[in-house]
């Protein structure tokens, strides 16, 4: 089990929509769950699974998969049921499964202790190249693009009409704004 943390904005779900499909490309089986899920009965499965019950996994098998792991990406993690939250963490630190599984799950803050990597602010040199990929060379115009979006990979790219802004983005990058 693996974390992908960082704050809303920061691109953990485009990272792990890329990762999803780099896999894939790759022949690897791969799930791919978001929250908050409607799923309630996959939900309830995991929290199972996750629990010490290895009949009740709620995927069935794919090609490929008695050859390599079985990655399962589970997407704004945070918004997961606290049940399931905390049977994730039971599993990663149980550390046993009868069956080959990867897990990584986007999150905002990781458990204390647990494999993660974190996505913050890029520095003002990938910022500036991002944002010439975007279409953008004036300097000036990067300097308060930067400024504007405090140099967020994910919360740069959705102002640029890219990918959709969530209301979480706005409402942390609004609170580290200052009046003017």
């Known amino acids: 089990v693996r974390y992908l943390s960082g704050p809303s904005g920061s691109g953990k779900s ?3 929509r890329e990762l999803v499909t780099q896999a894939l490309l790759g022949g690897r089986s791969v799930r791919r769950v978001s929250f908050p899920s409607g799923d309630h009965a996959q939900v309830a499965q995991l929290i199972a699974f996750f629990r010490g019950a290895d009949a009740a ?9 008695e050859t ?8 704004d993690f945070h918004a997961a049921p606290p049940e399931l939250v905390a049977a994730l963490d039971a599993f990663r630190c149980r550390g046993q499964c009868a069956r080959a599984l990867d897990v990584i799950a986007s999150v905002r803050e990781a458990p204390e202790g647990a494999p993660a990597v974190t996505l913050g ?3 003002d040199e990938q910022f500036a190249g991002m ?4 279409g953008m060379d004036d300097a000036a115009e990067i300097a308060e693009f930067a400024r504007m979006t405090g140099q967020s990979p994910g919360f740069a790219v959705a102002a640029r009409g890219r990918v959709p802004l969530t209301r979480d983005a706005i409402l942390a990058r609004a609170a580290e704004l200052s009046s003017p």
Do not use: I, K, Y
């Open 131 to 134: 944002c010439r990929q975007l």
């Open 57 to 65: 996994w709620p995927f069935t098998a794919q090609a490929g998969s």
């Open 121 to 123: 602010p890029l520095t």
């Open 14 to 16: 485009h990272l792990l």
């Open 68 to 75: 390599s792991a079985l990655l399962l990406a589970l997407d």
